[in-house]
């Protein structure tokens, strides 16, 4: 790494990086639940499966929004000396990071199926859909001011995610056609790079 610079990691791209597994697994849970007729039986299962999924849509995606608000507000520009990290790594840094609770999460998922089939697969999934609006409102803000933001890699939690933690002072921004990733931390389309 260049002298003075910091490697740098897109915030989208970290509160992105849990949404397609805690989707997947949250749909595979539950369609396992579904078999399962478990103790309330499966149509209250689903209801109270699909109450969760609203909440957890609703609560993810609104959570800690004032905090990414007041690092984007007081984002540095991005020196030139600072490592852009690519989104693959990045995602594979969360996925490492959390792939033990993520089966741990899938199991209690199954195995509760047992008492309420389906509601805890569809409370997973819904996480995975509030981590992706998320992810669009960052990526909405980044678009309106024309301006990515990055966060230090050595501020994120060990696991590599919590982008907007305690332990992350401020965020850098850049032109918005840094990097290899998209606004929102979507993969950037081949066509759109330079």
């Known amino acids: 790494m260049a002298r003075g ?8 791209v970290v509160v992105r990086a849990g949404a397609a597994p ?10 396992i639940g579904v078999l399962v007729p478990g103790v309330t039986g499966r149509r ?10 609203v909440v957890a849509v609703a609560v993810v995606a609104t959570v800690r929004r ?3 608000t007041e690092l984007a507000r007081s984002a540095a520009r991005a020196s030139k000396h600072d490592v852009l990290q ?8 969360w996925r490492r990071g959390h792939r033990w609770w993520l089966l741990l999460a899938f199991a209690a998922a199954v195995g509760s199926a047992f008492a309420v089939p389906a509601a805890a697969g569809m409370l997973m999934a819904g996480c995975g859909v509030g981590l992706w609006l998320k992810s669009a409102w960052i990526g909405r803000r980044e678009q309106a001011e024309d301006a990515l933001l990055w966060v230090r890699v050595d501020w994120l939690a060990r696991d590599g995610g919590r982008p907007a933690g305690k332990a992350v002072k401020a965020c850098r921004s850049t032109g918005i056609a840094a990097g290899d990733a998209a606004p929102g931390g979507a993969r950037r389309r081949k066509a759109a790079l330079v």
């Open 86 to 93: 690519d989104r693959a790594v990045t995602v594979r840094n």
């Open 66 to 68: 004032r905090r990414y």
């Open 44 to 53: 209250i299962g689903v209801l109270a499966g699909a109450a969760l999924f």
């Open 5 to 12: 610079g910091q490697g740098l990691a897109r915030v989208a």
């Open 22 to 31: 805690l989707w997947w697994l949250g749909v595979f849970a539950a369609g």
